[in-house]
Structure formats: C-alpha cells, structure tokens
C-alpha cells in the first residue's frame, strides 16, 4: 500500500514563499498524476494544482501565476513552489495521487497524504 507524506509546510509573512514535498513510500509517483489540495478552517478543500504523468499541469485559479508544481521522477517527488503568498493561502495542504489521469480540480484520487499545515500571517 502506497502512503503520501507531505513536507515543507510551515509560518511565512505575506509575500513570503514554501516549498511544499510529497513523497511515497511503497510505491513510486513516476506514472502517477499528483495533485495538490488545501483545506482551510471551515472550507471545503481547494484544488490547487496537479501534473501528469505527461507533465501537463493544472491549476486552480486562485493560484495561477504563483505557484508551480513539478515533479522529479528520479526521486519519486513531486513538489509545490508556492510565491507571493497570501493570507488567504492559509490552510492544510493535502497531496494526492492516482495511477489514472483526473481531471483537474476533481478529488478522484486513490490515495492521500496526512497534510501539511501552510500559515501565512499578514
């Protein structure tokens, strides 16, 4: 069974940036597509961005211009530059992955990481 674990989050001022780590353990990311959700107090999660085993990205419109999501097959990773940060940035950040191709913005992922909190104080 593949799990997800979620880096890199942590307290940034305004206009600050993070880089944002999903790794796997049982299993490699290489032909998966991965995606980034968020999830903020009393929301609903967020897309956020997803890439493809093409490496054809996605992103959510709140984000775009931004953030960056990339993925280096040789370490199995896939990461999250995230720039110019907001407060309204502020959530848990979730990875997710798929064997399949999802469409973006869809939550139809197979398997799920624990989340990492992302702060960003004004």
């Known amino acids: 069974q593949m799990q997800l674990v979620e880096s890199g989050g942590g307290l940034v001022q305004a206009g600050g940036s993070l880089r944002l780590s999903c790794a796997a353990s049982?299993?490699?990311?290489?032909?998966?597509?991965v995606g980034w959700f968020r999830q903020a107090p009393g929301k609903e999660p967020e897309f956020v961005a997803n890439?493809?085993?093409?490496?054809?990205?996605y992103y959510g419109d709140s984000v775009k211009g931004r953030f960056t999501i990339t993925r280096d097959n040789a370490l199995s990773t896939v990461s999250l530059q995230m720039n110019s940060l907001k407060p309204e940035d502020t959530g848990v950040y979730y990875c997710?992955?798929?064997?399949?191709?999802?469409?973006?913005?869809?939550?139809?992922?197979?398997?799920w990481g624990q989340g990492t909190q992302v702060t960003v104080s004004s």
């Open positions: 997710s992955a798929d064997p399949g191709v999802v469409s973006p913005g869809t939550r139809e992922y197979d398997y």
């Open positions: 049982g299993g490699m990311l290489t032909r998966f597509t």
């Open positions: 890439i493809n085993r093409w490496y054809s990205t």
